[in-house]
């Protein structure tokens, strides 16, 4: 079943599905291993600041990229080209006429863009795309709205099942009648979407068959490099390149008219794949974030630019060891670990919400919602809704892990 | 004392100059230094891990100490007496014959420390009960297991306790440890819903370590139904929140489902 979206022959496909046991995150690298636990150790017992080295651009140098010009540059992605990746991995499916899998669930880590990605492909086939419950609905269980929401359809796509549930004791009737009807065939056919810390807790609390799972597969640095130049190329400004401001190397390889023998390449996106575990959510955020330009370097429209005074136009990345990550101490995760935890799990959720699923010991005030947003961890959506922050989601996963919590597996 | 006795002694400990002295004290000294260090440091540095690192930390701190103290008894042996099988022999045996006497459970404990740190009955962060006191071990020092009970009371038990008392430990050196909230409630009821509630009462909590199993018993009593919802925290040191979470969202559960608890009138009910 799994498949991929159109590429050039030889090359892997930059979006891809793939079974879940193929799903394969980049390594770690040996040096980011050590290097993270020497500076998570140095951190403990000390407070100094490292002493300063001569980069190849410094800070003061270098100012954030506008924020119309990111937008060009990278843009938030869409759901599009997954969905064409999707459509292929389900051919298959698709064309059975047997109804022996009726149900077939796509997971994606946060920030994997599930929901624009279904949403996209129920288009493509005019699929019905059904609305999530609302949390009184579950909360009430109401199990009829199953029922009510996909009446006289025989193909549905539901692409959030995260926000059909709750975790607690009177929010999982819902979810486990929807799954057990679902799989059973009664509603006909359904691509459901899934967040994979949601289905890691639902496959505990759901006594069902899993039906075929399909994951996109995650994005190393190769995949990485392609999407971010596709962004670049698609962004009207004349030859960008992207170089890391501390010593020079190409991020993202240079055109090769301006390419020469001894352009190195930097290791800034194998940092990256192996930070954000290969979710293209998390990386394109932190490209963002990375990158700089030098004010006498301002970026110019292909159409504007003449060969005559072609001059590619330089952007600059943070180096990898001095991007500010969110950097929590352990006293902070440990104290709010159930908040964190319980935003995963439900992929983000309402301050009341929140309240109503944590112990009375846990309870989440306004005052230490704002402590977490302003650590980097948190951050509010413009419904209202809470969820983990895409800089700060490695280092609560890594710390969630490391304590024995349930998290997913990817 | 006769002449050959003191000859005796004369000859055992006749190489002991000036020099050697000193090198004792300063043995002695080091000895208690690196005690000290060991004691001070390792809990400190335990107490910035997480999980597992952190009571393999904790329990590194009763090893060296052990082994410190062997190599200084050692050190010092070599070069108090002239390391022959007989002289080894007769020192050792006047002084367990002076010391087992004069404070026998002293030493028992001491004997018992050196085999607890052996058999492991208990680890630093295992949660045990001897006779009944029940706590977090903290520490296991030469002659006593220190424990904090929940009430943060700290409990200094001597060793010797595991010759003849049951040694109960919780989790034995692991992560799990099982935790028990018990529902006394009136008879008639659906068991079935009951059973069903309070197993996600314990699966949608917060601190449940969901990969463990979660159980649920029941059993009839004269007074009511004696429900058992059993279930494991993440951490240990949770086991209290864990069970008030357990007793209070489990009550708030029943009580909407319209059960009742077990009360004295139940009986009464019963019995009309």
């Given at each position: 079943m799994a498949s991929s979206a159109p590429s050039d022959q030889g090359v892997a496909p930059l979006w891809q599905y793939v079974a879940v046991t193929d799903y394969c995150p980049?390594?770690?690298t040996v040096e980011h291993t050590v290097r993270t636990g020497l500076s998570a150790f140095w951190q403990h017992f000390c407070t100094k600041e490292p002493p300063p080295e001569t980069p190849f651009k410094t800070e003061e140098e270098l100012q954030s990229i506008p924020g119309i010009l990111l937008e060009r540059i990278a843009p938030a992605p869409d759901g599009q080209r997954a969905a064409l990746a999707l459509d292929e991995a389900l051919t298959a499916w698709l064309d059975s006429v047997q109804m022996d899998q009726p149900v077939v669930l796509v997971l994606h880590p946060p920030y994997g863009m599930h929901g624009d990605i279904l949403k996209a492909w129920a288009g493509l086939h005019e699929w019905r795309v059904l609305p999530p419950p609302t949390t009184g609905q579950i909360f009430r269980r109401e199990t009829d709205w199953i029922m009510s929401g996909s009446a006289n359809l025989t193909s549905w796509v539901l692409p959030n099942l995260e926000r059909c549930y709750l975790r607690h004791a009177h929010g999982l009737t819902l979810?486990?009648?929807?799954?057990?009807?679902?799989?059973?065939?009664?509603?006909?056919?359904?691509?459901?979407?899934?967040?994979?810390?949601?289905?890691?807790?639902?496959?505990?609390?759901?006594?069902?068959?899993?039906?075929?799972?399909?994951?996109?597969?995650?994005?190393?640095?190769?995949?990485?490099?392609?999407?971010?130049?596709?962004?670049?190329?698609?962004?009207?400004?004349?030859?960008?390149?992207?170089?890391?401001?501390?010593?020079?190397?190409?991020?993202?390889?240079?055109?090769?008219?301006?390419q020469n023998e001894s352009a190195n390449i930097s290791d800034f996106l194998q940092q990256l794949a192996a930070y954000s575990r290969g979710i293209p959510g998390i990386a394109h955020a932190i490209w963002r974030a990375s990158l700089r330009t030098a004010p006498d370097e301002l970026p110019k429209d292909a159409s504007t630019a003449k060969e005559s005074t072609y001059q590619p136009t330089t952007l600059w990345i943070t180096p990898w060891r001095r991007f500010k990550r969110p950097a929590p101490t352990t006293d902070l995760l440990r104290q709010h670990a159930f908040i964190l935890h319980t935003l995963l799990l439900h992929n983000g959720l309402s301050a009341e919400w929140l309240s109503q699923l944590l112990p009375a010991s846990s309870q989440p005030s306004p005052a230490t919602l704002y402590r977490l947003e302003s650590a980097g961890l948190i951050k509010q959506q413009r419904n209202g809704f809470w969820q983990i922050s895409p800089l700060g989601y490695p280092a609560i996963r890594l710390f969630l892990k490391s304590e024995g919590y349930l998290t997913d597996d990817l | 004392m006769s002449n050959e006795q003191t000859e005796n002694l004369a000859a055992l400990l006749g190489h002991l100059t000036e020099t050697t002295i000193v090198q004792i004290v300063l043995i002695v000294a080091g000895t208690w230094l690196l005690i000290a260090l060991t004691q001070r440091f390792l809990p400190v540095l335990a107490g910035k891990l997480a999980g597992r690192n952190r009571l393999y930390m904790l329990a590194l701190v009763p090893a060296l100490r052990l082994c410190i103290i062997t190599g200084a008894v050692l050190l010092i042996l070599q070069r108090v007496i002239e390391p022959t099988l007989e002289n080894l022999v007769g020192l050792?045996?006047?002084?367990?014959?002076?010391?087992?006497?004069?404070?026998?459970?002293?030493?028992?404990?001491?004997?018992?420390?050196?085999v607890a740190s052996y058999e492991m009955p208990y680890r630093p962060g295992d949660w045990i009960e001897i006779d009944g006191t029940y706590g977090e071990v903290q520490a296991i020092r030469l002659r006593t297991v220190e424990i904090v009970t929940p009430d943060d009371t700290v409990a200094h038990i001597p060793h010797l306790q595991i010759w003849n008392q049951t040694i109960l430990n919780a989790n034995d050196g692991s992560q799990h440890l099982l935790c028990v909230a018990n529902f006394y409630l009136h008879p008639r009821h659906n068991a079935v819903q009951v059973l069903k509630l309070l197993h996600d009462v314990a699966l949608t909590s917060p601190f449940l370590q969901i990969e463990r199993p979660i159980n649920v018993t029941v059993q009839e009593k004269p007074f009511g139904t004696h429900y058992c919802l059993k279930a494991y925290p993440i951490d240990p040191r949770q086991q209290f929140h864990f069970v008030t979470d357990l007793t209070v969202r489990g009550k708030a559960m029943l009580l909407q489902l319209g059960v009742e608890s077990a009360t004295t009138p139940a009986i009464a009910d019963l019995a009309s």
């Amino acid at each position: 079943m799994a498949s991929s979206a159109p590429s050039d022959q030889g090359v892997a496909p930059l979006w891809q599905y793939v079974a879940v046991t193929d799903y394969c995150p980049p390594a770690v690298t040996v040096e980011h291993t050590v290097r993270t636990g020497l500076s998570a150790f140095w951190q403990h017992f000390c407070t100094k600041e490292p002493p300063p080295e001569t980069p190849f651009k410094t800070e003061e140098e270098l100012q954030s990229i506008p924020g119309i010009l990111l937008e060009r540059i990278a843009p938030a992605p869409d759901g599009q080209r997954a969905a064409l990746a999707l459509d292929e991995a389900l051919t298959a499916w698709l064309d059975s006429v047997q109804m022996d899998q009726p149900v077939v669930l796509v997971l994606h880590p946060p920030y994997g863009m599930h929901g624009d990605i279904l949403k996209a492909w129920a288009g493509l086939h005019e699929w019905r795309v059904l609305p999530p419950p609302t949390t009184g609905q579950i909360f009430r269980r109401e199990t009829d709205w199953i029922m009510s929401g996909s009446a006289n359809l025989t193909s549905w796509v539901l692409p959030n099942l995260e926000r059909c549930y709750l975790r607690h004791a009177h929010g999982l009737t819902l979810v486990r009648r929807l799954l057990d009807q679902a799989c059973s065939g009664a509603l006909g056919r359904g691509v459901i979407g899934c967040d994979s810390w949601a289905w890691a807790f639902l496959r505990r609390a759901w006594s069902g068959a899993t039906p075929p799972l399909l994951i996109l597969q995650s994005f190393d640095q190769h995949r990485l490099a392609r999407w971010f130049q596709s962004f670049a190329s698609k962004s009207g400004i004349s030859d960008l390149i992207f170089r890391q401001a501390d010593n020079g190397d190409y991020v993202l390889p240079p055109p090769t008219d301006t390419q020469n023998e001894s352009a190195n390449i930097s290791d800034f996106l194998q940092q990256l794949a192996a930070y954000s575990r290969g979710i293209p959510g998390i990386a394109h955020a932190i490209w963002r974030a990375s990158l700089r330009t030098a004010p006498d370097e301002l970026p110019k429209d292909a159409s504007t630019a003449k060969e005559s005074t072609y001059q590619p136009t330089t952007l600059w990345i943070t180096p990898w060891r001095r991007f500010k990550r969110p950097a929590p101490t352990t006293d902070l995760l440990r104290q709010h670990a159930f908040i964190l935890h319980t935003l995963l799990l439900h992929n983000g959720l309402s301050a009341e919400w929140l309240s109503q699923l944590l112990p009375a010991s846990s309870q989440p005030s306004p005052a230490t919602l704002y402590r977490l947003e302003s650590a980097g961890l948190i951050k509010q959506q413009r419904n209202g809704f809470w969820q983990i922050s895409p800089l700060g989601y490695p280092a609560i996963r890594l710390f969630l892990k490391s304590e024995g919590y349930l998290t997913d597996d990817l | 004392m006769s002449n050959e006795q003191t000859e005796n002694l004369a000859a055992l400990l006749g190489h002991l100059t000036e020099t050697t002295i000193v090198q004792i004290v300063l043995i002695v000294a080091g000895t208690w230094l690196l005690i000290a260090l060991t004691q001070r440091f390792l809990p400190v540095l335990a107490g910035k891990l997480a999980g597992r690192n952190r009571l393999y930390m904790l329990a590194l701190v009763p090893a060296l100490r052990l082994c410190i103290i062997t190599g200084a008894v050692l050190l010092i042996l070599q070069r108090v007496i002239e390391p022959t099988l007989e002289n080894l022999v007769g020192l050792l045996g006047a002084l367990g014959l002076a010391v087992g006497f004069a404070s026998k459970d002293y030493v028992s404990s001491l004997i018992a420390g050196v085999v607890a740190s052996y058999e492991m009955p208990y680890r630093p962060g295992d949660w045990i009960e001897i006779d009944g006191t029940y706590g977090e071990v903290q520490a296991i020092r030469l002659r006593t297991v220190e424990i904090v009970t929940p009430d943060d009371t700290v409990a200094h038990i001597p060793h010797l306790q595991i010759w003849n008392q049951t040694i109960l430990n919780a989790n034995d050196g692991s992560q799990h440890l099982l935790c028990v909230a018990n529902f006394y409630l009136h008879p008639r009821h659906n068991a079935v819903q009951v059973l069903k509630l309070l197993h996600d009462v314990a699966l949608t909590s917060p601190f449940l370590q969901i990969e463990r199993p979660i159980n649920v018993t029941v059993q009839e009593k004269p007074f009511g139904t004696h429900y058992c919802l059993k279930a494991y925290p993440i951490d240990p040191r949770q086991q209290f929140h864990f069970v008030t979470d357990l007793t209070v969202r489990g009550k708030a559960m029943l009580l909407q489902l319209g059960v009742e608890s077990a009360t004295t009138p139940a009986i009464a009910d019963l019995a009309s």
